[in-house]
């Protein structure tokens, strides 16, 4: 088993940046696909980002590409989420989470319990 904690969520205005960590609590995460989530109230869970075991291959959501960047440190256990050009839409309680192979699946076994990220205007 995995056990995902997340921190740096909080918030941001629209425009500014914030960065989001998840780290295992025990067992290595290095051999799993690594991922963001994200879910707005009244809306469903979606797909945000997510990359492969070795850090070399990423997917993103087509909403925040060229503005997020995911990366992983397998050392540390740790995956992060860096958000940039923050829009109101993105405000949502996001969500780390770990699976298997293949990445651009998005299948997921493992999640944290989220934390909330909220863009004003």
């Known amino acids: 088993q995995v056990q995902l904690v997340e921190s740096g969520g909080g918030l941001v205005q629209a425009g500014g940046s914030l960065r989001l960590s998840c780290g295992a609590s025990?067992?290595?995460?290095?051999?799993?696909?690594l991922g963001w989530f994200r879910q707005a109230p009244g809306k469903d869970r979606e797909f945000v980002a997510t990359?492969?075991?070795?850090?070399?291959?990423?997917d993103y959501a087509d909403s925040v590409k060229g503005r997020f960047t995911i990366s992983r440190d397998n050392a540390k256990n740790t995956v992060n989420l860096q958000m940039n050009d923050m829009k109101v839409e993105d405000t949502a309680v996001y969500y780390c989470?770990?699976?298997?192979?293949?990445?651009?699946?998005?299948?997921?076994?493992?999640w944290g319990k989220g934390t909330l990220v909220t863009v004003s205007s």
């Open positions: 025990g067992r290595s995460f290095s051999s799993y696909a």
């Open positions: 990359i492969n075991w070795s850090g070399m291959l990423t």
């Open positions: 989470a770990a699976g298997g192979e293949p990445y651009y699946l998005h299948s997921m076994d493992y």
